[in-house]
């Protein structure tokens, strides 16, 4: 098993659908995270959980909601998402969040149509 | 806001040549990680440099850190089609715990 796991690889998505990414990590990390990589735009931090607490949600819309039920899972519930929100969605993990290395899944390919 | 400004953003050799990528800003980093990504692929790190100062080598690639802690650079001696891909630069600050900042990025490209 690879390291850190994103399902699904691609999601197509109408405005008004409701879906959900998830992130798994084998690592035994204690810090996990939610980047967004959008073209010509550096990565994004959205949210940072440490130990399953959310320690930092930069400045991100309400359509997109994380969770983070134990130290090895993440998810991202996406709701009313607007076509501006295509992008890759890059989950990542790192031993704490005083760790500075991050260890990237595969991302999750997102199109809101 | 802690910025690191990447250079060049694109980049197309011929095999066997060599080339650097710089990564700069005016902020002080605790450390700073390269990644290399391939299309459709995460992220993958190739080095965490610590120290002002600090050479690492892997293989035909030579990260440096400088002495004030704010830049960095890339060097590929004799490149191939193989190292094609995105790499990107991203600095952890002092308190800024969990939080990386990534520079836009260098798409290089290695012809054969």
């Known amino acids: 098993e690879t390291g850190v796991t994103q399902t699904p690889r691609h999601l197509v998505m109408g405005m008004t659908n409701k879906k959900s990414l998830k992130c798994e990590q084998h690592?035994?990390?204690?810090?996990m995270y939610w980047y967004k990589q959008s073209a010509k735009k550096p990565l994004e931090l959205m949210f940072v959980?440490?130990?399953?607490?959310?320690?930092e949600n930069n400045s991100v819309p309400s359509r997109f909601s994380p969770e983070c039920p134990n130290s090895s899972h993440l998810f991202l519930h996406l709701h009313t998402l607007q076509p501006e929100d295509s992008a890759l969605y890059l989950c990542?993990?790192?031993?704490?969040?005083?760790?500075?290395?991050?260890?990237f899944g595969q991302g999750t390919r997102l199109t809101v149509v | 806001t802690q910025l690191l400004e990447q250079s060049p953003q694109f980049l197309s050799i011929q095999e066997g040549e060599n080339l650097t990528v710089y990564c700069n800003s005016s902020?002080?980093?605790?450390?700073l990680q390269w990644y290399r990504q391939e299309p459709g692929e995460g992220p993958v790190l190739l080095v965490t440099?610590?120290?002002?100062?600090e050479v690492k080598k892997l293989k035909r690639l030579t990260f440096q850190f400088g002495d004030a802690r704010k830049d960095s650079s890339l060097h590929i001696t004799a490149a191939q089609p193989g190292d094609t891909g995105l790499y990107l630069c991203?600095?952890?600050?002092?308190?800024?715990?969990?939080?990386?900042?990534f520079g836009q990025g260098t798409i290089l490209t290695v012809h054969p």
């Open positions: 990542a993990s790192s031993q704490g969040y005083r760790a500075t290395e991050a260890f």
């Open positions: 690592l035994g990390h204690n810090a």
């Open positions: 959980y440490n130990f399953k607490e959310q320690t």
């Open positions: 902020s002080v980093f605790s450390s």
């Open positions: 440099v610590v120290t002002g100062g």
């Open positions: 991203a600095g952890a600050g002092r308190t800024s715990y969990g939080k990386l900042t």
